[in-house]
């Protein structure tokens, strides 16, 4: 028969991996700098099976606007130089015949704030898992009571779940607040 704590146990961990995948999105809104993470999700037909990009080619930052992606077979710049057009991530690959450079615009005020508020999109659907998770706990905490856990150690692990869905809401705005300001600094 689980416990309280096997179930707060259980919210923890699930917290976590949504707070995990938080930080995964939120490297995916651009915030001016280049990062090879904007090629995450880019896959290229590498003898019949679709391969990331980062696995037949060298993807390195040669400033802070500026991506160089060598592949390591040459035949592979058009099919690289496809996947990224293909993809429609906003930059316009430039390949020079050895390799492809991705050129990052300066951001623009209006575009930063679109991004600023795509990040608050994605802060609020963690913040809505986060509290699904609690409701979800609290919802097995109280089913305990039919199996004779006393009524006091039951209001202790709905406290204690509440607590936690705090901490996990306060972590979450912090992330926002720093990616807003990554954005918004020119």
Not at 25 to 41: C, F, M, N, Q, S
């Given at each position: 028969?689980?416990t309280?704590?096997?179930?707060l146990?259980?919210?923890?961990?699930?917290?976590?991996?949504?707070l995990?995948?938080?930080?995964?999105?939120?490297?995916?809104?651009?915030?001016?700098?280049i990062?090879?993470?904007?090629?995450d999700?880019?896959?290229?037909?590498?003898?019949?099976?679709?391969?990331p990009?980062?696995?037949?080619?060298?993807?390195?930052?040669?400033?802070?606007r500026?991506?160089?992606?060598?592949?390591?077979?040459?035949?592979?710049?058009?099919?690289?130089?496809?996947?990224?057009?293909?993809?429609?991530?906003?930059?316009?690959?430039?390949?020079?015949?050895?390799?492809?450079?991705?050129?990052?615009?300066?951001?623009?005020?209006?575009?930063?704030?679109?991004?600023v508020?795509?990040?608050?999109?994605?802060?609020?659907?963690?913040r809505?898992?986060?509290?699904?998770?609690?409701?979800?706990?609290?919802?097995?905490?109280?089913?305990?009571?039919?199996?004779?856990?006393?009524?006091?150690?039951?209001?202790t692990?709905e406290t204690?779940?509440?607590?936690?869905?705090?901490?996990?809401i306060?972590?979450?705005?912090?992330?926002?607040?720093?990616?807003?300001?990554?954005?918004?600094?020119?």
């Amino acid at each position: 028969m689980p416990t309280v704590q096997q179930y707060l146990d259980d919210a923890k961990n699930h917290m976590e991996k949504t707070l995990q995948h938080l930080e995964n999105e939120l490297t995916k809104v651009r915030a001016g700098k280049i990062t090879p993470a904007i090629l995450d999700g880019i896959s290229v037909d590498y003898y019949g099976a679709p391969t990331p990009v980062n696995q037949v080619a060298n993807v390195s930052i040669a400033d802070s606007r500026t991506l160089t992606i060598q592949p390591w077979e040459k035949k592979m710049l058009d099919a690289i130089e496809r996947a990224i057009i293909g993809a429609n991530i906003g930059i316009t690959p430039m390949n020079d015949g050895t390799m492809i450079k991705l050129f990052m615009p300066p951001l623009t005020e209006e575009r930063r704030k679109e991004f600023v508020k795509k990040a608050h999109q994605i802060t609020e659907q963690e913040r809505v898992a986060i509290r699904s998770i609690r409701r979800d706990a609290i919802e097995h905490i109280k089913k305990l009571s039919k199996d004779s856990v006393p009524e006091d150690e039951i209001k202790t692990g709905e406290t204690k779940a509440q607590q936690l869905t705090d901490k996990y809401i306060s972590l979450i705005d912090k992330h926002l607040e720093a990616k807003e300001k990554e954005i918004m600094t020119v």
